[in-house]
């Protein structure tokens, strides 16, 4: 354990990492929310890429600020837009200005029923209204109210997403909504998604008596009395990226050394003047009290493999999709009816109306100029196709090019668009969204004993309990938490 902070060797950590888990956790090592006191540890952030902020990404596109990467927070978790309030950015934050998406199913776009929980309906006659399932899907549906499929007593360990769901409520559902949708999510297949780690309500619904939406519905929030609700989502005027700029001016403000540019090539145990851990990287050594690995889970692998088999072992299991964005301009003539809602989802199996022999590259499209008010201006229109899931390599074999030719056919079928786009922005993130498999958290819960034999070290990062930014927020509290417990001696908190 090293000597406590003093005037002749005041207490390290180094950060490798400068995604947002990991300029959250600098953020909470220099006294989070609370504000700096000086009297924290010396931080220091080493992020390999030339920027920071991973993929909270916001540039100029057609005259405005776009992000090219996540484009919202939920609304739900509180740890994003808690976190823009507390570092002064509460009155930038905007709610999403439109409701409702579409999925492209049986050949058109239909409007997405209401009554889903992250997909998964809960009341049958908006999914049957709707026509999505057509009568066959919606027949099977209503099994689930009539003779459901009976559940087994007590809790259910954990279990694929989509064979669970299929199982109570049709194969159909799954393959128009559900994948679509949690799937989109998190750039995979429900077939061998975990449950337990991507929608644990599920789960315990599965396993009461009677139909699986009647339990689903007892789990939903219940709505405000004055009948006014949050918003679902929020974004920043200036993009998510201005998150990461101003965390970054205030980590500076804090003292903390921010290295773009520069990553870690190795770890070392030390015992040089007190300091457990020696930090290598191409610019020289840095001795710490403490580490948070907020990498991904291959540069986490790598950097643990000498210090500990098992860690880097279940680090590896880990596998990762690749996605690109394609963002366009259309002038506002370009559209043959007015756009409806947030966008749209596209399922896996969906043949190219243009082509029928092959299925549709895009696994979403967003209206981002009617998704968020901010982005609006007359006379165009901003569109973002999302290509991209685990298995499919189509993408990889498409320069930029012939990627924004393949998406505008695409849409042009789907949207009957009208008029070539103004301009075109391709933003690829390989490897990008970690898959969480069927017991995922057993296999975070693993890598997390294993990293407690290597203190004062933590990992934090969209690898392990949540891809989202709310939850990568949390993420890098939390482990930030733990560092500074474990080098003052103290128990380690428990998960947020």
């Given at each position: 354990?090293?000597?406590?902070?003093?005037?002749?060797?005041?207490?390290?950590?180094?950060?490798?990492?400068?995604?947002?888990?990991?300029?959250?956790?600098?953020?909470?090592?220099?006294?989070?929310?609370?504000?700096?006191?000086?009297?924290?540890?010396?931080?220091?952030?080493?992020?390999?890429?030339?920027?920071?902020?991973?993929?909270?990404?916001?540039?100029?596109?057609?005259?405005?600020?776009?992000?090219?990467?996540?484009?919202?927070?939920?609304?739900?978790?509180?740890?994003?837009?808690?976190?823009?309030?507390?570092?002064?950015?509460?009155?930038?934050?905007?709610?999403?200005?439109?409701?409702?998406?579409?999925?492209?199913?049986?050949?058109?776009?239909?409007?997405?029923?209401?009554?889903?929980?992250?997909?998964?309906?809960?009341?049958?006659?908006?999914?049957?209204?709707?026509?999505?399932?057509?009568?066959?899907?919606?027949?099977?549906?209503?099994?689930?109210?009539?003779?459901?499929?009976?559940?087994?007593?007590?809790?259910?360990?954990?279990?694929?997403?989509?064979?669970?769901?299929?199982?109570?409520?049709?194969?159909?559902?799954?393959?128009?909504?559900?994948?679509?949708?949690?799937?989109?999510?998190?750039?995979?297949?429900?077939?061998?998604?975990?449950?337990?780690?991507?929608?644990?309500?599920?789960?315990?619904?599965?396993?009461?008596?009677?139909?699986?939406?009647?339990?689903?519905?007892?789990?939903?929030?219940?709505?405000?009395?004055?009948?006014?609700?949050?918003?679902?989502?929020?974004?920043?005027?200036?993009?998510?990226?201005?998150?990461?700029?101003?965390?970054?001016?205030?980590?500076?403000?804090?003292?903390?050394?921010?290295?773009?540019?520069?990553?870690?090539?190795?770890?070392?145990?030390?015992?040089?003047?007190?300091?457990?851990?020696?930090?290598?990287?191409?610019?020289?050594?840095?001795?710490?009290?403490?580490?948070?690995?907020?990498?991904?889970?291959?540069?986490?692998?790598?950097?643990?493999?000498?210090?500990?088999?098992e860690a880097a072992t279940l680090l590896g299991g880990i596998d990762h999709a690749s996605v690109a964005l394609v963002t366009l301009q259309l002038p506002?003539?370009?559209?043959?009816?007015?756009?409806?809602?947030?966008?749209?989802?596209?399922?896996?199996?969906?043949?190219?109306?243009?082509?029928?022999?092959?299925?549709?590259?895009?696994?979403?499209?967003?209206?981002?100029?009617?998704?968020?008010?901010?982005?609006?201006?007359?006379?165009?229109?901003?569109?973002?196709?999302?290509?991209?899931?685990?298995?499919?390599?189509?993408?990889?074999?498409?320069?930029?090019?012939?990627?924004?030719?393949?998406?505008?056919?695409?849409?042009?079928?789907?949207?009957?668009?009208?008029?070539?786009?103004?301009?075109?922005?391709?933003?690829?993130?390989?490897?990008?969204?970690?898959?969480?498999?069927?017991?995922?958290?057993?296999?975070?819960?693993?890598?997390?004993?294993?990293?407690?034999?290597?203190?004062?070290?933590?990992?934090?990062?969209?690898?392990?309990?949540?891809?989202?930014?709310?939850?990568?927020?949390?993420?890098?509290?939390?482990?930030?938490?733990?560092?500074?417990?474990?080098?003052?001696?103290?128990?380690?908190?428990?998960?947020?």
């Amino acid at each position: 354990m090293p000597p406590p902070e003093g005037p002749d060797r005041p207490v390290s950590v180094v950060v490798v990492g400068g995604g947002i888990a990991g300029l959250v956790a600098a953020w909470e090592l220099t006294g989070g929310d609370l504000g700096g006191t000086g009297r924290g540890p010396r931080v220091t952030v080493l992020e390999a890429s030339p920027r920071l902020g991973g993929a909270l990404r916001s540039e100029d596109f057609a005259g405005r600020t776009v992000d090219l990467g996540p484009d919202g927070v939920l609304g739900r978790r509180p740890e994003a837009v808690e976190l823009c309030r507390s570092i002064g950015l509460g009155d930038e934050l905007v709610p999403i200005g439109a409701a409702g998406a579409s999925v492209f199913a049986r050949g058109r776009l239909r409007a997405m029923p209401t009554g889903l929980a992250i997909g998964v309906p809960t009341r049958w006659w908006p999914v049957a209204r709707s026509g999505v399932l057509g009568l066959g899907g919606s027949l099977r549906l209503a099994r689930d109210t009539v003779a459901p499929r009976p559940s087994r007593r007590g809790p259910i360990g954990d279990r694929a997403l989509g064979p669970l769901v299929a199982d109570k409520l049709g194969s159909r559902v799954v393959e128009t909504l559900v994948d679509p949708l949690v799937g989109g999510i998190n750039a995979g297949s429900v077939t061998d998604m975990s449950t337990a780690a991507v929608f644990p309500a599920l789960l315990a619904a599965a396993g009461q008596r009677g139909g699986l939406m009647r339990a689903l519905r007892r789990t939903q929030p219940a709505s405000p009395p004055t009948g006014v609700s949050e918003p679902a989502f929020w974004s920043l005027e200036r993009g998510l990226g201005s998150l990461v700029s101003r965390l970054a001016e205030l980590l500076e403000d804090r003292g903390v050394e921010l290295r773009t540019g520069l990553g870690a090539a190795r770890l070392e145990r030390s015992t040089v003047d007190g300091h457990p851990w020696l930090v290598h990287s191409p610019a020289g050594t840095f001795a710490a009290d403490g580490i948070v690995l907020a990498t991904p889970a291959p540069v986490t692998r790598d950097l643990l493999a000498p210090h500990d088999a098992e860690a880097a072992t279940l680090l590896g299991g880990i596998d990762h999709a690749s996605v690109a964005l394609v963002t366009l301009q259309l002038p506002a003539d370009a559209l043959a009816q007015p756009l409806v809602g947030t966008g749209f989802l596209v399922p896996r199996s969906s043949p190219d109306p243009s082509d029928r022999a092959t299925n549709l590259l895009i696994t979403a499209c967003t209206f981002l100029s009617q998704k968020w008010p901010h982005l609006a201006r007359e006379g165009d229109v901003l569109l973002r196709a999302s290509v991209g899931r685990f298995g499919d390599d189509r993408l990889a074999h498409l320069d930029d090019d012939a990627l924004v030719s393949r998406v505008v056919s695409e849409l042009t079928a789907i949207l009957s668009l009208g008029a070539p786009p103004r301009a075109t922005r391709v933003t690829r993130w390989p490897d990008s969204f970690p898959q969480y498999r069927v017991h995922h958290l057993l296999r975070v819960a693993g890598i997390e004993a294993a990293v407690r034999r290597l203190p004062p070290l933590a990992v934090a990062g969209a690898a392990y309990r949540g891809v989202g930014v709310p939850a990568c927020i949390a993420s890098g509290r939390q482990a930030a938490a733990t560092v500074l417990a474990t080098i003052a001696g103290k128990p380690v908190p428990p998960l947020l």
